[in-house]
């Protein structure tokens, strides 16, 4: 089965096709990453009714914390994927290996300074979070777990991102879904102390996410060092290089910022809601439902990743008009899958609540309440990641840096406290004024899309003539090249 997409199809082929080509082993990675929290949090609220509610909700306090101390450091990929996927356009395979290498090896710096800010910082973040001592107990226990694992979290998602970029999707696909099966199975094991294990509760759940993503950074490097798969390394290629660590740092800075603007944004939110009258039921309810509309963005992940990488694609090979129409199509694609998956979770939400935290009556009415108040939000979503996804595949991330504050700290935060605080309307009003920040932040985006020139790469120019590569992109003749068979 062949691993990769080639160049020649990302530049010339049915565009429908080749992005889903690319974004279904993207989108399976996607859900098989929501399945490590999911599984926490299901086997977490099958714990005895007295820590059950306390240890969801501190999972849930616990995941912007994560996400924030992160999200600087992953917005740089943003930069290494712009690089590589225009040096492939551009058919400059040595320089989109050397971005390639510089971009893990970035990644492996980041993931030990992120390890020790977060055993560090967590626990005052948390306790900034909740009033309630045992919410904060609890996430201070997983996440400090979690921060331990940072180093091999960073490997394995810089692996997938310039897999991504070279056009293999499904390598790091199949590491994901190694890793997640074991994840699961491991998961009851050292929450419950089933077999040879102790009963370690909520950190048994951060130990096995922990352990697993160990074995997912080990396949990788392994792949790597073995060089097969298009991309080759040894222990030099992974040893500092400043000259690539600016050019990589210079593209990606706006999406480090409007990452960690948003992740920031996201801790505020969720400080917000655990000062809510009813916290602690609202932020299990969060929580729970938040995990399962992150799985219906399943498919905007891997779709965002494929159309940055055919638009960095089309760039490097100054295919303009190529470009413009994988944005158009995928980000329409974007908001009609959207619109099904919301409507199907709207149907299903009372099931799904009564299966992941039976015995919590008022989690699952608060849970109900969020789900059919926010869902008619998400398509809106859809058109700001296509936008979005745009401006990284060309390297110009400002404006999405732009975008992402705006629907943080202009819309949802200021909103959400407005209606559930001014206007004393409690959880309902910050559901409400989450729905209404994703139909701005969308019509935002699509005066960004019609009103900024992003068409400019980021590789500099050279000539493409002796490819035979033209702005048209369907009498280009790209020369073939040989996929990569397993």
Not at 47 to 75: C, D, K, W, Y
Request: glycine share 10%.
């Amino acid at each position: 089965m062949a691993r990769t997409a080639s160049r020649k199809e990302i530049l010339q082929g049915p565009i429908v096709r080749t992005m889903f080509r690319l974004a279904w082993p993207l989108m399976i990675s996607s859900l098989l990453h929501y399945l490590y929290n999911m599984a926490d949090t299901f086997w977490v609220g099958h714990l005895p009714v007295a820590e059950n509610a306390s240890s969801v909700a501190g999972l849930q306090i616990a995941g912007p914390v994560i996400f924030f101390l992160m999200a600087f450091a992953f917005g740089f990929n943003s930069g290494g994927l712009a690089l590589v996927s225009q040096y492939m356009g551009a058919h400059r395979k040595e320089e989109a290996n050397t971005a390639a290498v510089k971009t893990l090896s970035l990644s492996i710096v980041f993931g030990l300074l992120i390890m020790t800010a977060g055993v560090i910082l967590s626990p005052a973040l948390l306790r900034l979070l909740t009033s309630d001592v045992a919410v904060a107990r609890a996430g201070t226990v997983y996440t400090r777990i979690i921060f331990i694992g940072m180093p091999f979290e960073f490997v394995a998602v810089a692996y997938a991102q310039v897999m991504a970029a070279y056009g293999d999707t499904v390598t790091p696909m199949m590491i994901n879904l190694v890793t997640v099966l074991a994840n699961v199975v491991l998961d009851p094991f050292m929450i419950f102390g089933w077999g040879p294990f102790a009963r370690m509760t909520i950190a048994g759940a951060a130990w096995a996410t922990v352990a697993c993503q160990a074995v997912a950074a080990g396949i990788s490097l392994i792949i790597l060092f073995r060089g097969r798969h298009g991309l080759h390394v040894n222990w030099r290629d992974l040893l500092p290089d400043w000259s690539w660590y600016a050019r990589i740092l210079r593209i990606g800075l706006p999406a480090s910022i409007g990452a960690s603007g948003t992740s920031f944004g996201f801790l505020v939110l969720t400080g917000i809601i655990g000062r809510v009258s009813n916290a602690t039921v609202a932020l299990s309810a969060y929580g729970i439902g938040d995990r399962f509309i992150n799985i219906s963005f399943i498919a905007i992940d891997g779709l965002s990743l494929a159309i940055s990488t055919m638009v960095g694609h089309a760039l490097g090979a100054d295919l303009r008009r190529r470009a413009n129409q994988v944005v158009w199509t995928g980000t329409a694609m974007m908001f009609g899958i959207l619109v099904g998956e919301g409507a199907l979770l709207w149907v299903l939400t009372p099931w799904l609540f009564r299966a992941f935290i039976p015995t919590q009556p008022a989690i699952i009415k608060e849970g109900i309440l969020f789900m059919s108040l926010f869902l008619p939000s998400i398509p809106f979503f859809g058109i700001v990641s296509g936008v979005q996804a745009a401006f990284q595949g060309a390297g110009h991330n400002t404006p999405s840096m732009i975008m992402q504050l705006v629907r943080l700290w202009g819309l949802r935060v200021p909103l959400s406290w407005f209606f559930g605080f001014a206007l004393h309307m409690g959880s309902r009003g910050i559901w409400i004024g989450m729905l209404v920040s994703n139909v701005l932040a969308a019509l935002l985006a699509l005066v960004f899309m019609a009103t900024i020139d992003w068409h400019h790469k980021v590789i500099g120019n050279t000539s493409l003539s002796e490819y035979g590569v033209s702005e048209s992109a369907e009498t280009a003749v790209v020369p073939a090249e040989p996929q990569v068979q397993e």
